[in-house]
């Protein structure tokens, strides 16, 4: 009754899963992940010790394949159990327990891994695989996971329905002020449509918090400065000359933290186009 997909961007070394079911709260059991580790899916009838027993062995040296084994041999369940795995290398490795609930298989390749039991057939594996495929350009590692699951979904998915979906990526110091690996960690716990729901979760997420080209950001002088100072001005009045550019930053630097923006404000003296954009629509609206 769950799908999941497993993938490295070998440009970035990101790691990641991505993961459907119909079942309450997916991503409280099935994904676990760590920086310059590896990533699990633990699913059918999941051994919820996979994940954790699994990122310790990763993190000790072993493969995937090698890691695979280890908790297989470990669990007299084992013909019951659905488990993907890929390390910092992009290796993967997948099992499917001949007791899980057809149709259920897995499929991998470079740098990725399809796991799905409780599906409408062996499709639903090819669909997250293709997209994979056809998203190689795109940078964001959750985008391209959330977009597998739905085409996944559209070939049919989970034979059950869905309910629940998860993504998680994890990049060395990555999460929210670089002080853990969790880059991205969004859930959809009970909801009609749970994948749209994370990409909408997933676009709030890259608002937020992803981190501009600092090549793509806007000196804050001259016109701009003035469209700045003036849109400030309309949502909180400022305290200091449009002119003084210091107190402008520093007003603007306010603004973004009270909108959340923090992580979008990387350079004293200049703006992302991303936080121009929304202060614009602010002050008009």
């Known amino acids: 009754m769950t799908f999941s997909v497993l993938a490295r961007d070998e440009r970035t070394g990101d790691l990641g899963v991505a993961t459907q079911s119909k079942f309450l709260a997916v991503g409280a059991v099935v994904p676990s992940a760590a920086a310059d580790t590896g990533a699990i899916a633990t699913q059918a009838l999941a051994n919820g010790s996979f994940g954790a ?150 676009n709030l997420h890259r608002l937020y918090f992803e981190r501009p080209n600092p090549d793509s950001l806007l000196k804050l002088n001259g016109d701009l400065a003035d469209e700045v100072a003036d849109a400030l001005n309309r949502l909180d009045p400022l305290r200091g000359a449009s002119d003084d550019l210091d107190a402008l930053w520093r007003s603007l630097d306010g603004w973004a933290g009270r909108e959340n923006l923090e992580e979008r404000m990387i350079l004293p003296g200049w703006i992302d186009p991303v936080v121009l954009g929304l202060l614009r629509e602010r002050s008009i609206g």
């Open 53 to 202: 027993r699994g990122l310790r062995l990763l993190a000790g040296g072993s493969s995937a394949t090698e890691t695979l084994a280890a908790l297989l041999a470990e669990d007299e369940r084992s013909d019951r159990r659905q488990v993907g795995i890929i390390d910092s290398t992009g290796m993967g490795a997948a099992h499917t327990g001949s007791g899980c609930t057809g149709w259920a298989g897995h499929l991998a390749g470079d740098g990725f891994v399809c796991v799905g039991n409780m599906l409408v057939g062996h499709g639903v594996l090819h669909a997250m695989a293709d997209s994979l495929a056809a998203t190689s350009t795109e940078p964001n590692l959750g985008i391209r996971l959330v977009t597998a699951l739905q085409e996944a979904a559209e070939a049919g998915g989970d034979a059950r329905g869905q309910q629940s979906a998860a993504v998680v990526i994890v990049r060395h110091e990555g999460g929210y002020g670089g002080h853990t690996d969790r880059w991205i960690d969004l859930r959809v716990d009970d909801h009609s449509q749970p994948i749209i729901e994370l990409r909408r979760l997933l």
